[in-house]
């Protein structure tokens, strides 16, 4: 079974930055697509980035030259690296894998973490 667990939120300023990472177990990521999403509670699930088993990286408007994906086949690991927070990124934050391919659609994965809380806020 494939177990997936997010890790590197926090409590940051507007304008700083954080390092989320999704580490997987049972089962390699290598030849899998993998997604990053947000949702707050009350609001709709939002994809923020997904990362091809070629290495073809896709982000949502929103997010677009400020977070980063990338993923660590030797740690079996990916990551979101996200920068010049607003306060309007605060949520949690959920990576899900398995993808036939990179999409910002949740219906597509089958593999989800519990999520990491990130909080913008001076």
């Known amino acids: 079974q494939l177990l997936l667990v997010e890790s590197g939120g926090g409590l940051v300023q507007p304008g700083g930055s954080l390092r989320l990472s999704c580490a997987a177990s049972?089962?390699?990521?290598?030849?899998?697509?993998v997604g990053w999403f947000r949702q707050a509670p009350g609001k709709e699930r939002e994809g923020v980035s997904c990362i091809h088993s070629s290495n073809i990286t896709t982000y949502a408007d929103s997010v677009k030259g400020r977070f980063t994906i990338s993923r660590d086949n030797a740690k079996n690991t990916v990551s979101l690296q996200i920068s010049s927070l607003k306060p309007e990124d605060t949520t949690i934050y959920y990576c899900?894998?398995?993808?036939?391919?990179?999409?910002?659609?949740?219906?597509?994965?089958?593999?989800w973490g519990r999520g990491t809380e990130v909080t913008v806020s001076s």
């Open positions: 899900a894998a398995e993808s036939w391919t990179c999409g910002l659609g949740a219906g597509a994965y089958g593999y």
């Open positions: 049972g089962t390699t990521l290598e030849h899998v697509a």
